[in-house]
């Protein structure tokens, strides 16, 4: 019998240590499985998503400054989808007006899509004057025509041009409205 309280004292010892390595071991799944999900959510903003501030009334009253933006990279872009893109080192925001095969113009009163004047529901009177484009302009695959909707700011493709796919940083699918702060 002596044995066996041996073998028990022998045994107790030993818990403490397997204590202590099934602690490390949780301790190390845990780091593990949050840098995976970390990783996970850090590719899904790089390459699916991205979260943008917007900075001005540029696109008043749709969005407004100090909106964020959550944007979706993938899948095609249409005419009236508001895009974030990259001019000159910053994000700015807009509303895709006309894409690859599109005709666009522009007289005293308004901008002509493929012969017509644009039928949407702008506030602000939209003009072409001194624009970037050499009009009429048809656009060729992987260009766009991207417009504010506060039309009076003219820091859109009627200063900048085109604006090309590898500009576009994502098609807007929700708007987190700042207030306050």
Known sequence: M???NNDVTEKQP?????????????????????AVIALIIS???????????????????ALKDGDLCVTYKLGE???DDVVAYRIDDEIRFGRIIA???DTIDGDEQGI??????????????????????????TLSEGEFVVLNDYRSDQSDSRTYG????KALKGKVIFIFRRRGF
Do not use: C, W
């Not at 030993?14 to 949050?34: F, V």
């Not at 085109?162 to 796919?165: L, P, Q």
């Open 99 to 101: 894409r690859a095969g």
């Open 2 to 4: 002596n044995n066996n």
């Open 43 to 61: 590719l899904t903003l790089v390459f699916i998503f991205g979260v943008f501030r917007l900075g001005g009334n540029n696109m008043y009253p």
């Open 14 to 34: 030993n818990q403490k240590p397997d204590n202590r390595k099934t602690a490390k071991k949780a301790a190390l799944h845990l780091l593990i499985k949050l």
């Open 77 to 79: 872009y249409h005419s």
């Open 112 to 137: 002509l899509l493929n012969g017509s004047y644009l039928s949407e529901e702008v506030f602000y009177p939209t003009q072409i004057v001194d624009t970037q484009l050499n009009l009429p302009y």
């Open 162 to 165: 085109v604006i090309n796919k």
